[in-house]
Structures are given as C-alpha cells and as structure tokens.
Antibody, heavy 122, light 110 residues
C-alpha cells in the first residue's frame, strides 16, 4: 500500500532554515509528480510546490518562491523541501502528496502523508 | 492566486443530502476539468474524495458525487451519515501551473 512519511519538522527561529523529507513506498515513485501542501494551525490547506517526474518541472506558490526549493531523489524514493529565510507565517503542518496521474499535473493528490509540523518562532 | 470560495459551513440531518459549492474563475475551475475534493477529520490528513470534477477514487462511497457548472464546482453528499462530519476542501489546477484550494467548509451532521 502507498505510504508517505514526512520528517524534518521542528522549531526554528525566523530567518532560519529547515529541510523536510518525505519517504515514499508502495508505488513506483519515479513515475509520479509529487506535491507539498501546508496547513497553518486552525486554517485551510495551501498548495506550496510541485515537482514533475525526472525533476523536469517545478513550481512554487508566490508566498514561498525564492525561499523554498523542492527536489526529489528517485533512487531513494524520497521528496524534499529545502526551506530558507523562514518567517512566522510559514508555521504550519507540511504534507507531502502523490499526484494521481503519471502523465500530467493537476488531477489531484491521491495520497497524503501524516504531516510534519514546522514552527517558526523566536 | 486567490483561494477558491467555499461556504464556511453547511449542515444537514442524517439521511439528507447536502451540496457544497466551490467558486473560482475561468483561470482555474472554469478553465479545466481538474477539480478535486478532499475530506479532513480533525487532526488527520486530508482524504481524496473526488478527482477531475466527477470521478470517485476506488473505496470512496458512491454517496459522494461531484459536478461543475461554469466557474463553480459542487460536491454533493447524499444519505448523510454521522461519519461524514468533517471539513471539506476543493482544489483546482490553474493557468499558472499551480493548484489552488478553497477555504474549506465545515460539515455538521445534526
């Protein structure tokens, strides 16, 4: 069965950096687009970034562009999110998700991890 | 990219049907048949309920159905059950090659 397990969250000071990881299993990781989505405490879902197969394409929400970098290692079945210049408003649970299609982006996130909490505070 | 517009809350009694709307623009909901719906119970990760406007993933009850008209998508839940009480989010692909989510709708089963 598909499993996505995030790690790397924690408490970081404003301006600091953090690298999130997502370990995937139960499907052919290299065949699928992957996505990061976040949810601030008590708030709704916010799309953060996606990466295509073979890392050919990436895109970011305006709120994180220039500060966050998404990457993947297909040999390790892992997805990453490097987060720099963190702000208080980046505080959220970060979910990694598998896209439902192998061929295009946007069909929906069919599997989600359990999330990892990032808290940005002094 | 502005969030899609959903009602903050809806409610219904067991056995009834409810519909949640999700309004966007021609740059997202109206421009693509890539609308998805997610169910989220408190403290849990979202669950994939509907994809590409009308399709149900395997394992999702046929009490859940999706539709779209113009720039607005809809999620209908028929035969409401207590376990349907949750937050529901829509999302759409956009012309900017991103996803955008709705603000979420809290469903209360009376």
């Amino acid at each position: 069965q598909v499993q996505l397990v995030e790690s790397g969250g924690g408490l970081v000071k404003p301006g600091g950096s953090l690298r999130l990881s997502c370990a995937a299993s139960g499907f052919t990781f290299s065949d699928y687009y992957m996505t990061w989505i976040r949810q601030a405490p008590g708030k709704g879902l916010e799309w953060v970034s996606y990466i295509s197969t073979s890392s050919t394409y990436t895109n970011y929400a305006d709120s994180v562009k220039g500060r966050f970098t998404i990457s993947r290692d297909d040999a390790k079945n892992s997805l990453y999110l490097q987060m720099n210049s963190l702000r208080a408003e980046d505080t959220a649970v970060y979910y990694c998700g598998k896209d439902g299609s192998q061929y295009y982006y946007g069909s929906g996130v069919d599997y989600w991890g359990q999330g990892t909490l990032v808290t940005v505070s002094s | 990219q502005s969030a899609l517009t959903q009602p903050a809350s809806v409610s219904g009694s067991p056995g009834q049907s409810i519909t949640i709307s999700c309004t966007g623009t021609s740059s997202d909901v109206g421009g693509y048949n890539y609308v998805s719906w997610y169910q989220q119970h408190p403290g849990k990760a979202p669950k994939f309920m509907i994809y590409e406007v009308t399709n149900r993933p395997s394992g999702v009850s046929n009490r859940f159905s999706g539709s779209k008209s113009g720039n607005t998508a809809y999620l209908t839940i028929s035969g409401l059950q207590a376990e349907d009480e949750a937050d529901y989010y829509c999302s759409s692909y956009t012309t900017s090659d991103t996803l955008v989510f709705g603000g979420g709708t809290k469903l209360t089963v009376l």
